[in-house]
């Protein structure tokens, strides 16, 4: 619309001098503006219709009022000069915004459309997942996601639940555990007994309420129409009032046209690209340029634990050794043996075993089943790598010497048939967790931390207390994170942040939702922010950088409009015509725009707080 635009106007001036005066009736030289009404005219009647209705009279309004008054007046280059100025914010303000898919989209093409139905002489058939039916066996292949809610019949495995659930350790499957839709499958086959219908399972009630979140996401008012909400109505009545006691109708409309507050509808988008630009080059991704202008705004902060506030790995915080045992021994033999394992507690008891500068040992007949454990010759000894459910049933001597259970994973290792010890594992915080939290409110005027998780109470208890969160809720379902977030933001702005599918219905509903990794689209379609290398110090940095925004903004956007009410002043004492107007406010414009394109220039946009925090 903006280069049909110019065109028009580049005919108007060139038949002015070129072409014969009159044509169809007309001034030969206006038809190319009437097409220009026409096709770019329309638009802005409808979208004025509209506003009308839902009683907005914002930025916009006034520029289509103005617009409508300079056809009727048969000011026909103001008129199209108020066009120029509506599709050049607009062309901005859409390639600012690079829509993406849905996130409903991409939860559905997460999904698979086939499964494999297992019958009861072994044979496998494919079949649509909507034909799945209560008590059907399914076979799950590796890296396979699970179609429906089930529990194992057959097989031994594991199986990662931690974009639904928020737990962040891949869960072993044996005979007799249950399974989520939409859960990815690990190393080996599993069969599942289906206690649910496909369209009824875990992952389709996700997508539901993901689709009502989508519907009822919060309208956030941006700060253009704010400010037009007060400035549009009063410059209209201004204008009436002008043309009313001068009885001449062109001084309304160079009112009009000189109020018609342009740095609202060009300066803002310009801001807006310069900080996503920026944003882009410190590696955030925004999708949506509304939440740099209501990051400011937000008072509340709503964190997810696992890969959020966590790194989303195991770390061994705790090795207790049995009797006959040294705790270094026991954890250089566990360690030599774990290299051959695919477990994820295998990494954290190989990094415990280099922090602490152990040698590893070559290792023999090593052996890993799935749900049974891992074992193996090491040093001339039997190591052997289980846990405690295990020795519970195979070895109730062994069993009574482990000591009590904490919160966190943990397993058992033993050493030539005896209790060598046992490791405990958490989900490792991120360095620079308690820094960021901390200075959230002295920095970002944030007035509440919050944190909710879908993992379990000691976990969740333990990570708010070790960052100093006052407010924290466990074991939450994505439909309570929905009422919660939802509650919050009907309170106050509210930030929300998540990396797993089971957060993807709070980022929707959150006054901003910000999501962390690149693991799935999912998630990165529901928020308006994701930060792909799941750092809080570039959070910190997204949110000194809408501050910065905001700030030029309004310089932009005050100064303009100051600018454009002086130019009122002289267009009521008939000193300037519409057309003048029209020039002078474009003239406006380009000072709106210069102060907006500073932002771009700005290199000393940093975070507080840094990677190594602590």
Known sequence: MLIVTLLAMAAHFVLMFVGPEVMLGRRTADLPLFILFVVGGLPILGQLAIKLLRREMGADFLAAISFVTGVVLAEYLAASLIILMLTGGQVLESYAMRKASSALNALAKRMPSVAHRKSEDGEITDIAIDDIQIGDLIAVFPHETAPADGVVVDGHGSMDESYLTGEPYVVAKAPGTNVLSGAINGEAVLVIRAEKRAEDSRYAQIMNVMAEAEQKRPRIRRLGDQIGAWFAPAALLFAILVGYLSDDSSRFLAVLVVATPCPLLIAIPITVMSAISIAARRGIVVRDPTVLESLPTCQTAIFDKTGTLTYGRPELVEVLAGPEFNGDLVLRLAASLERYSKHPLASAVLAAARDRKLPLDEVNHASEKPGQGLSGQVDGHEVAVTHRNKLMKSDPGIARLLPETAAGLECVVLVDGKYGATFRFRD????????????????????????????????????????????????Q??????????????????????????????????TVGIAFGKESAVTADAAGVVIPEASLVTVDELLHISMAMRRILLQSVIGGMVLSIVAMGFAAGGYITPVAGALLQEGIDVIAILN???????????????????
């Open 428 to 475: 490792t915080p991120r360095a620079e967790g308690e820094s960021f939290v901390g200075h959230l409110g002295e920095i970002h005027h944030f007035n509440k931390v919050m944190l909710l998780s879908g993992d379990r109470e000691s976990e969740v208890s333990y990570l708010s207390e070790l960052l100093g969160i006052s407010e924290s809720l466990a074991s």
């Open 596 to 614: 907006a394109l500073r932002l771009a220039l700005k290199h000393d946009i940093d975070a507080d707080i840094a990677e190594d925090d602590n």
């Open 477 to 510: 379902s994505p439909e309570q994170k929905v009422a919660i977030v939802r509650s919050e933001t009907a309170k106050a702005p509210t930030i929300f942040m998540g990396d797993g599918i089971n957060d993807a219905p709070a980022l929707a509903v959150a």
